[in-house]
């Protein structure tokens, strides 16, 4: 019997080939889109790249900043879109807030101060910060 002929129990020579078609149909493609794109990363590796979480990498997917490309059951994102969002040196965090938002802000958080709070801040000082020696 030759290898492709092998039948686990249960299963059928008709099915196997057609799981085997479809794979390398499959790794086929994903060697297209591969060429095309420069190459495929997994979240973990493009987060490394883009020295941010791979969670980030999945939002970023999710916001359609990053293409998803889905093979062998994995995702992955595209080298040449993760090596343009690096150059791009794109800003972390939120946009500075406005003098007037940070007046708001700090109004909402003294408006929730309670006197607890404020006699606990009386009670624990803050460390006085240590000189450090210079050489």
């Not at 390398?24 to 591969?34: F, K, P, Y």
């Not at 900043?65 to 062998?72: A, G, P």
């Not at 958080?109 to 006085?128: C, F, H, Q, R, W």
Request: hydrophobic letters at 35%; a positive charge; charged letters at 30%.
């Amino acid at each position: 019997m030759a290898p492709s002929t092998i039948v686990q129990s249960g299963g059928s020579i008709v099915a196997k080939e057609s799981r085997v078609k479809n794979l390398l149909a499959e790794l086929r493609q994903m060697s297209r889109v591969s060429k095309r794109e420069e190459g495929l990363l997994n979240h973990v590796q493009a987060g490394t790249v883009l020295e941010v979480s791979a969670r980030r990498v999945a939002e970023l997917v999710e916001l359609g900043k990053l293409t998803r490309h889905n093979f062998l059951g994995r995702t992955y994102v595209s080298v040449r879109e993760v090596l343009e969002r690096r150059e791009a040196d794109v800003k972390a965090g939120r946009p500075p807030r406005s003098i007037g938002q940070r007046i708001r802000a700090a109004a909402k958080v003294i408006g929730n101060y309670d006197t607890l709070n404020a006699a606990v801040d009386m009670a624990t000082p803050e460390p006085k910060k240590r000189k450090q020696k210079q050489k």
